[in-house]
């Protein structure tokens, strides 16, 4: 009864994305299904733009975002979306909890209570996981601005004179 119970539950996740997933690909819609992609690479941080074109052409693109030679620079994925996915995680193992707790109190269904266990466990050790990634943000960002020191900035006249003498080699 009770792998009846958790291969419904199985079923109740998996299924509906499978469904949407195969709803969304059709074979005809090949320049759809590409446009999907390239949005879905671009949501993960996986594109990399070309320089001076977007979507739906030309764009002016910041410098900052190319290196020397027009190298794009690869850059952390936004931290929006990283709070959300982690968020995600956490409510996610929450409602874990709360379901095998729930069933797992009903007479039947008291083998439900070591999966309430394990997810209790996951929770504590994701919940660590997160707090170690912070302190380990946090001291990065402390060594860094120890080791960082920040330079004066040149005055219009000098910076110009010293262009004018490399200029004139």
Known sequence: MVLLILGAVWAAVLVPPALRARAEASPGDTIGSFHHQLNVLRRTGGYIPRPGFGEHGPVPVPRSSFGPGGIPIMTAAPVD???????DVLVTLLWIMGATLALGLMPSFRGLLVLHLVADALFVGYVLLLRHIKLTADTQRAEQAAKV??????????????LRRAASR
């Open 81 to 87: 979306s990283v709070r959300r996915r982690r968020r």
């Open 149 to 162: 020191r920040r330079l004066r900035p040149v005055p219009d006249g000098v910076a110009d004179l010293a």
